[in-house]
């Protein structure tokens, strides 16, 4: 119990924006899609590790319905706020995990 509640109180004390080698939170600013993949970018740019990668799109693989789907119905409803973790493979950034921040 104690550590739920201290689990709660910190999160009252967390950044809006954070970031780190392979993670970025904010909002997200535009979507695409393609025939393999959806693509997105946030309003304050890539995590460290995709600097560079063209234009500032982060790339979702298909096969992860999942996160596609949140992606999708977050877009949709106007709850932009996120934490996504990447990847850099070649040129491409890949988002391996997406953290929604329903409570805006």
Request: some cysteine.
């Given at each position: ?25 904010g909002n997200?600013?535009?979507?695409a ?48 706020k ?23």
């Amino acid at each position: 119990m104690k550590k739920i509640l201290l689990f709660v109180i910190a999160s009252f004390f967390t950044s809006v924006v954070s970031a780190g080698p392979h993670f970025l939170s904010g909002n997200l600013s535009n979507i695409a899609s393609s025939s393999s993949t959806i693509s997105i970018k946030l309003h304050n740019g890539v995590p460290d590790n995709c600097q560079g990668v063209a234009y500032g799109w982060m790339t979702i693989k298909k096969e992860d319905t999942p996160m596609v789907s949140m992606i999708l119905s977050m877009w949709v409803s106007g709850k932009h706020k996120a934490t996504v973790y990447t990847r850099m493979e070649g040129t491409t950034c890949y988002i391996y995990s997406v953290d929604p921040t329903f409570n805006q």
